[in-house]
């Protein structure tokens, strides 16, 4: 089921078609709060009461010239704008494919230090990551976008095997990076196919993090993941090494898990939630649905009601 999931994700037919069904729509409500900028924001707002903090990203991914990547950042410019303006403690995430990836790494350097130099001191502009062959590539723009602003961030997959590698070689730029399993469907030859190894990998990467966070080695880690294994693991190693809860978050989806968000807030945890918005749902939302395909029969259920 997962696998057809993620091969649905990459079906432009599909992309096109399915959208359009209305119990399509009313099932993505679980996991978006509406297309437009201002329903993320209005949730982000709303969460701010429990002590949960948010970030943005407006779903889509590769376009194909340097206009529609230039489309993008004003879009990421604006919602600067409004989040300032509406005092909210909201970041940013942006996929760099998004930011013209696809036609060179000049572009997504110059489109995200526009974005850093924007937001200037009120928060990190977090660069998500995507499949495989885009790896390479990410981490340039990222080393050459923090080598001129200190507040960019940048996702890393623990399914990978070079994870740790990467993560080494990264540490001496002191990053702030948000740790996640990884979405996409990889090959055996780059990624762990057990869940058991990608959950020690996890561990072992949330370790380094926290450890190095601690030492000052390491700029703000966040560790996203709505795995109750994951979380307990993290805030046992969060005990053993002494962290200050404040310098670290972990990090889950809108919509997922969230009883367990308002439960960490509670808990004096920094808790931050990423909201998707925006038109471009589909394969973003087939990637949620392959993480647990239980919730397949909830679509199934929507398709039956009025
Ligand atoms: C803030 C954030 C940012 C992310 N950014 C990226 C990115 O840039 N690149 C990337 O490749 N991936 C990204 N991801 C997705 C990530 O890689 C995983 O695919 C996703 O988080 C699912 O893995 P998991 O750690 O939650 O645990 P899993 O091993 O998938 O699930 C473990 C348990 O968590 C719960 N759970 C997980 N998913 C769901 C769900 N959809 N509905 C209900 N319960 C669920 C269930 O109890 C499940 O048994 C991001 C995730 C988060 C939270």
């Known amino acids: 089921m997962r696998n057809v999931l993620l091969w649905a994700s990459t079906n432009s037919f599909m992309a096109r078609r399915l959208p359009r069904f209305?119990?399509?729509?009313?099932?993505?409500?679980?996991?978006?709060?509406?297309?437009?900028l201002q329903d993320a924001l209005g949730e982000a707002l709303r969460l701010e009461d429990h002590g949960i903090v948010t970030t943005v990203t407006l779903l889509g991914e590769n376009v194909s010239t340097d206009a529609e990547a230039?489309?993008?950042?004003?879009?990421?410019?604006?919602?600067?704008?409004?989040?300032?303006?509406?005092?909210?403690?909201?970041?940013?995430?942006?996929?760099?494919?998004?930011?013209?990836?696809?036609?060179g790494r000049e572009g997504p350097v110059e489109r995200l230090s526009h974005l850093a130099r924007k937001c200037g001191e009120t928060g990190i502009v977090w660069i998500d990551i995507e499949s495989s062959p885009y790896v390479d590539a990410t981490l340039e723009v990222f080393r050459a976008v923090k080598a001129k602003y200190d507040n960019v961030g940048l996702c890393l997959q623990a399914y990978l095997f070079r994870t740790a590698d990467d993560l080494e070689a990264l540490l001496p730029l002191r990053p702030a990076i948000r740790l996640v399993k990884g979405a996409y469907m990889e090959p055996p030859e780059v990624a762990f196919p057990a869940?058991?190894?990608?959950?020690?990998?996890?561990?072992?990467?949330?370790?380094?993090?926290?450890?190095?966070?601690?030492?000052?080695?390491?700029?703000?880690?966040v560790i996203a993941s709505h795995d109750p294994a994951m979380v307990s693991e993290a805030r046992r190693i969060a005990d053993e090494i002494g962290i200050d809860p404040t310098s670290w978050e972990f990090a889950m989806l809108y919509g997922i898990q969230p009883v367990e968000q308002k439960r960490l807030a509670a808990g004096g945890y920094g808790m931050r939630v990423l909201i998707s918005y925006g038109r471009h749902w589909f394969p973003w939302y087939m990637r949620r649905l392959a993480e647990r395909p239980a919730n397949v029969w909830f679509v199934v259920k929507q398709m039956f009601r009025r």
């Open 70 to 103: 230039d489309a993008v950042m004003d879009h990421y410019l604006g919602v600067l704008d409004a989040v300032r303006a509406q005092r909210l403690d909201t970041e940013i995430s942006v996929k760099l494919t998004q930011l013209g990836l696809d036609q």
């Open 22 to 36: 209305r119990f399509v729509q009313r099932a993505t409500r679980r996991f978006m709060p509406g297309e437009e």
């Open 195 to 221: 869940k058991s190894d990608v959950d020690a990998n996890f561990v072992r990467l949330t370790e380094t993090l926290l450890r190095a966070r601690k030492d000052g080695r390491a700029g703000r880690p």
